[in-house]
């Protein structure tokens, strides 16, 4: 229990484990004595909080937390009826979609501190926003378990002065009105102008040195500096503005107002096609209904706001995903976006600082129009080289997060800047790939420095200025520190295939040691939904097409599009037909099996699926096993009933991709 400026243990501990028999014998009120050896790590958001939960914004998730963990000890209640004050887990813990519902529902379960190894960035922020206590000090344990009082500075040590006063105030929201009355004022960092990375420079630029003037800009910053920056772009969907729309009025009131409303949008994108896919049981919870709330506190809200609502076409369909038409329509080079999406970072292409944020951080960003920021430190990815046939962007990003730094979080919280002479061959929608995916190996964002491909494609996507946008280009300075680099040669990765379970789990192809068979290949999601996507499963099933070859019988194959924009692109080159008559069934744009809300979800756990999303956390899109791969592995899989790269010695009947920036 939590005392005025102190934490005292007083009640029980949760180990999660691996095995599931210890955790239910905890669950069952049995204390363990030791630490267990096996604690989980990399415990996912779709674990604690699975998709299907997300239509509750109150405190009953807190019935339903952890009840999509991996070793499916944890049942509906369980938590909660146990109540444990300390939650103890391994590595990486809150890793994958930034939904705050998930330290909100380790709080509604009677969770006051979360003990693990280490914490996923947005998780992290999510924790301290809402006054979840946090902690990865394994030291405090013996002392809490003893019934030592421990100072509530203790969790708040190690942290930029921001997060100390945060945590200490009680939430992100406390802290804000306090910061808005002027009571509380942040330090301004006082960084001697020196060589910056391009992120740093975004950030000294869109700094707030002075809220209550409105004065934007200091000189420089490092890696550590903590302070408030000004939003260009702020947006929201509608898994979490509801979320996000009852945290704004109990922060500031009914009658409180979205400050600068015309740089806010949200979107009715991730929940269009739930109905074709909710199982019976789900339905007699009555979480349609709620799922049809979520849509109809968000239209409300945005409409009571002035805020612009990009929702369904005619046909059901999303206008566009969000990170999408944010790529497409809305971000320039040198913003600073926040959404309250973890993919957020896809935007992040452009040149942009671009990263997801919880619904708290989103409900002040309303109100202050700012977002805090650490300034994060940069881990340079330089790509060299030219990729091989058939290996393309998802590729590149499966071996990345493979690679043994990725894998053990030295990435967690800082960005993956893309360089190198083997972007030149990457058009903007497979940097979009690139960036999309940052956020998988637990970086802040993705980016790649606008150049003359990201100039050239907004111009004809867009009909701007080409000269226009060039002044809002930012680079990195040749002598700027970075935290790391990391070099791939391109000519080298081969297909890859991440296996199930986790993103980070990407082998070649080619090593597997068995043929797997699939049931269902779905290509779509803002990774697998872009125009040039579209271009990968069109020289796949077009080739074959061409030989007489259609989708294997046993096999479900699913295409959607990322936007409107890019159904018409695909529907102008004749590729509608040809998936249709390839045996592909098309889906309108929407999130959908992405998040376990549309066709192309599995039903059954013995189901398996390749897939062209971006992670594949269990539960992430159905019961069954995901493996992630690239837009053509998922068509060539579609075709063989298996696990399969395409034929290389099959001449494609369409265009190969990357689509040059200047296509039409």
Partial sequence: M???????????????????????RQLAGSALVDLPPDLCDNVS?????????????????????????????????????????????????????????????????????????????????????????????????PRLLGGDAVALTTFADGRNTISQEVVLAGGLSAYNRARLQGRVTPITPETAPGPMTAIEKIIAAHAVRDAERGLVGLPAVRPGDALFCRADIRFTHDYVTAMAASLFTEGFGADARVQQNTSCYAFRDHLNFLAQTMPAERRAQGLLRLADDLATVQERFCHTQGIELCGVGADGGSNSICHNAVLETLAVPGQLVIGTDSHTCTAGALGCFAFGVGATDMANAWMTRDVRVTVPATVRVILTGALNAFVVAKDVML????????????????????????????????????????????????????????????????????????????????????????????????????????????????ELHQRVAIDIAYGGSCTGG????????????GAALARGQHVHPRVAMYIQFGSATVRAYADARGYLELFRQAGATLIEP????????????????????????????????????????SPYVVAASALTGYLAAPNLDATPTTAVPPPTPSSP
């Fill in 530 to 541: 872009k125009r040039a996507d579209m271009d990968m499963y069109a020289a796949v099933l």
């Fill in 2 to 24: 939590m005392q005025h400026d102190a934490f005292t243990f007083r009640n029980r501990v949760l180990f999660l484990c691996d095995d599931a028999p210890t955790l239910k």
């Fill in 590 to 629: 929407s999130c959908g099996a992405c998040i376990n809300a549309g066709p192309g979800v599995s039903q059954r756990a013995e189901q398996v699926t390749v897939s062209a999303i971006n992670r594949n956390f269990p539960g992430r899109s159905g019961p069954g096993r995901v493996y992630l791969a």
């Fill in 399 to 510: 071996k990345l997060l493979a690679m043994p730094y990725i894998q053990t979080g030295h990435a967690i919280g800082k960005v993956l800047e893309f360089t190198g002479t083997g972007l030149k061959s990457l058009s903007l929608d497979e940097r979009a790939t690139l960036t999309n995916m940052a956020v998988e190996a637990g970086a802040t964002t993705g980016f790649v420095a606008a150049d003359g491909i990201t100039l050239d494609t907004l111009a004809l996507w867009r009909s701007e200025k080409r000269v226009t946008l060039a002044r809002r280009v930012v680079t990195s300075d040749a002598a700027a520190a970075v935290d790391h680099t990391l070099e791939i040669d391109l000519t080298t990765i081969t297909p890859m295939v991440a296996e199930p379970g986790d993103p980070r789990r990407g082998v070649p192809l080619q």
């Fill in 45 to 141: 958001t779709d674990e604690i909080t699975p998709a299907w939960t997300c239509y509750w914004y109150d405190a009953t998730l807190g019935r339903y937390c952890l009840v999509g963990l991996r070793n499916h000890a944890i049942g509906e209640g369980d938590l909660r009826n146990l109540a444990p004050e300390i939650l103890v887990a391994g590595s990486s813990f809150g890793c994958g979609s930034s939904r705050e519902t998930a330290p909100y529902a380790l709080k509604a379960a009677g969770v006051r501190l979360v003990l693990a190894r280490s914490f996923e960035k947005i998780f992290h922020q999510n924790a301290e926003n809402i006054g979840l206590l946090t902690t990865n000090d394994f030291g405090l344990l």
